[in-house]
């Protein structure tokens, strides 16, 4: 594996560490300089191992580059993150879920390589395995380490139940992940087993949680508020202090992406703050989101018009920018609002509730009275 990743990302050039936040921007003349020492198969630069032990307290001085940086080329696409839902499977049946179906099924493992390369040559950098439930994927591990080889920075999206296994413990610390994010939904067994309606589910979740504190994972957590748990909320920022480096709290469920009400069933609107105003997003330009089928869509929710990338190939996304903006247009349920500039949601998450005749108050402007 390599020590650091150099890659191209939008109008910039970074050199990352795998496991590691940190960051270190380069100007163009010195990518480039690292590109042809990377292809006359050279030393790394004496500029290059002072900055990488000022970062990361490595010590690259002397050795070849190759096999220590992986310089990365420039693609014609320049995305810098994707988000791949490996399979809509899971071990758990959460109430609060955004998916409408959650068949165990994707696609075989020759055509996941497919993708991955599709990836890379898309110019991703970040990469997101989520589901479901990513690590329960037949393939996961291959995918994950296939990926770590191609020089993307990983995170996973997790619930947490199989942290504590041998074989995802010995691939997250043989090759560090960004992150690994677990979605905590109690602080108790009778709150969180309710939710995920998986008896043992919060047993495995802090099982999972404690091994990745031991093994050294970078982990965060991120607290989901609802109904179930509401009453508990002090208690699960106690356990993500114990046991992540950092967390985040989401109280606002999503009906599933094609609009059906189910998961708004256990909102606990008390808990739910004011966004900002939504100003706009890359979605679909910058980053993409793919399915279980190799499906490219501009992010987890506006799904409309996908990109079969098994059948175009990396070409297709040439077009995925267009689709996103037409999803971007408010129409429909919005057309002609007072409030279309001030709105604290996307058109898709926005066009989702409607479709679930959501509470105005838990989306809209006009449900607040102003």
Not at 4 to 18: C, E, M, N
Not at 110 to 139: H, N, S, Y
Not at 178 to 203: C, I, M, N, W
Request: hydrophobic letters at 40%.
């Amino acid at each position: 594996m390599y020590d650091l990743i150099a890659s191209p990302q939008q109008r910039t050039y970074l050199i990352a560490r795998p496991g590691v936040r940190r960051a270190v921007q380069l100007p163009a003349a010195r990518y480039e300089e690292l590109a042809a020492v990377a292809a006359a198969d050279g030393l790394v630069p004496g500029w290059a191992a002072d900055a990488a032990h000022r970062a990361w307290g490595l010590d690259l001085a002397g050795r070849p580059l190759n096999g220590a940086v992986l310089v990365r080329p420039r693609t014609r696409l320049n995305y810098s993150r994707a988000t791949w839902e490996v399979n809509k499977g899971c071990n758990f049946n959460c109430e609060h879920c955004y998916l409408a179906q959650r068949r165990f099924e994707g696609l075989p493992w020759k055509d996941k390589v497919r993708l991955i390369d599709m990836m890379c040559e898309a110019g991703v950098l970040w990469l997101q395995f989520t589901g479901g439930e990513p690590t329960i994927d037949r393939d996961f591990l291959r995918a994950y380490a296939y990926a770590a080889e191609r020089g993307m920075l990983l995170e996973i999206l997790t619930n947490g139940s199989r942290l504590h296994r041998d074989d995802v413990l010995g691939a997250l610390t043989a090759m560090k992940p960004h992150k690994v994010t677990v979605s905590l939904y109690g602080a108790s067994e009778q709150s969180a087993d309710s939710l995920t309606r998986t008896p043992g589910s919060f047993r495995l979740v802090m099982k999972g949680l404690k091994a990745a504190r031991e093994a050294g994972v970078p982990v965060e957590i991120a607290i989901i508020v609802t109904t179930h748990n509401a009453h508990e909320v002090d208690q699960m920022r106690a356990i993500a202090a114990d046991y992540a480096d950092r967390f985040s709290q989401y109280a606002s469920i999503s009906p599933t992406y094609d609009g059906q009400p189910d998961p708004l069933a256990v909102q606990a609107p008390e808990h739910q703050r004011r966004t900002a105003v939504f100003d706009g997003c890359p979605a679909g330009h910058t980053f993409f989101h793919v399915d279980p089928f190799g499906l490219a869509t501009m992010c987890k929710i506006g799904r409309e018009n996908p990109i079969d990338l098994m059948e175009t190939g990396v070409a297709g996304l040439l077009g995925l920018p267009a689709v996103a903006d037409a999803q971007m247009l408010r129409a429909g349920g919005c057309t002609g609002c007072t409030f279309a500039k001030k709105c604290r949601v996307c058109r898709p998450v926005a066009k989702a509730m409607q479709a679930a005749k959501a509470p105005l108050q838990s989306y809209c402007r006009h449900g607040e009275g102003t």
